[in-house]
């Protein structure tokens, strides 16, 4: 008893610390990467915090199961990216964004090869031959960006599960492909049902704004699709206001908000897309100075990794986070890469 009443005096204000500052911080800033790492720093936290309820050896034997379990789930992924990436081919099609969680799954077992041909070398079980700090180049650079991935995805899925208060006086609909240039898909129906979710659980009745302007390749536009679901779907079409003209997300955004901007009255907004579409979206909503709350729809779980990653890659090659990232992995490598070359 004493072990645990130390553990919480000690470890306790630790563990509140970082779950307070992660919080605020994305309450205060949802689009901060930031937020992303202190989400980290607080999962890390709780399990020692959580170890010191298991005195004498069961806190090593915690520590141990938690140690085995992260392993495990690492020398997971690459297995699970593979599937995922030729579950997406055969369902999707072939095309760039759909081979991206097959090509991440490929780099990220290469580089845990690389590791595990580094570990037993130090066993001279297998000999390098000089070639040790390449292995160790190639694991230390998967491990880096795989870090960076797994916090991505972990705080994207976090700001999901915050609670929101349903007040909102406008909730903005994201647009996407139409099949037949003219019927909605399940993954936009997804959206707009969320968006329908929310519109009821509000007292007072939002303003919904479907956007997406109409494609090349499309009869009508991606809005005029969403407005036909929201009317059969029984929300009046007072309450439907169309922003028709946007082709990009920083398009929605920018001209949603000026519709917005130029109707009286209170303004709270929320912004409804896919799931894995939300973090981006509250970056770039940001930028151009836009204050809203994101909700995320559900998207079919074998969608779901793909769809994250390419998001991650559009996050990741911004100017601000590439420099950022860049800098980062040259400081982790500095040691190595001074003695390669």
């Known amino acids: 008893m004493n072990e645990i009443l130390e553990n919480i005096q000690i470890l ?49 034997y915690f520590l141990l199961a938690c140690f085995l379990l992260v392993m495990l789930a690492i020398f997971l992924v690459p297995a699970l990216l593979i599937l995922n990436g030729v579950q997406m081919i055969r369902r999707e099609s072939f095309s760039a964004a759909h081979v991206l ?11 845990e090869i690389a590791t595990v041909i580094y570990v037993f070398s130090l066993s001279d079980f297998i ?89 090349a390749d499309e009869k009508i536009s991606e809005a005029e699709a969403m407005k036909r679901y929201l009317l059969e779907h029984g929300i009046p079409e007072s309450d439907i206001l169309l922003e028709d003209q946007s082709t990009t997300t920083e398009e929605n955004l920018i001209n949603s908000r000026d519709i917005i901007d130029r109707r009286l009255g209170k303004k709270k907004t929320a912004l409804v897309s896919s799931n894995y579409h939300i973090y981006r979206c509250l970056r770039l909503a940001r930028q151009v100075g836009f204050r809203c709350t994101g909700i995320g729809a559900k998207v079919a779980l074998y969608y779901w990794p793909s769809a994250l990653i390419r998001e ?4 990741f090659v911004t100017p601000g986070f590439l420099i950022i990232a ?9 040691p190595l890469l001074f003695l390669l070359l």
């Open 101 to 111: 969680s097959l090509a991440l799954g490929i780099f990220v077992g290469i580089g």
């Open 127 to 215: 000999q390098l031959n000089g070639a040790h700090l390449w292995f160790m180049l190639l694991s230390f650079s998967v491990f880096y960006f795989s870090f960076l991935v797994l916090s991505f995805v972990l705080y994207t899925v976090f700001i999901q599960i915050m609670p929101h208060r349903m007040n909102f006086n406008y909730i903005i609909i994201h647009g996407c492909g139409l099949i037949d240039g003219e019927r909605i898909s399940k993954l936009l129906s997804n959206r707009v049902d969320k968006a329908i979710e929310v519109y009821n659980r509000c007292k007072t009745k939002p303003v919904i704004v479907p956007s997406g302007r109409k494609g």
């Open 312 to 315: 991650f890659v559009a996050v």
């Open 12 to 60: 306790g204000p630790i563990f509140a610390f970082f779950w307070a500052l992660t919080i605020a911080f994305v309450l205060l800033r949802p689009q901060s990467y930031l937020n992303s790492f202190l989400l980290m720093a607080s999962l890390f936290f709780t399990m020692l915090f959580a170890s010191g309820f298991f005195p004498g050896s069961g806190q090593a």
């Open 326 to 334: 860049l800098i980062g992995y040259v400081l982790f490598l500095s």
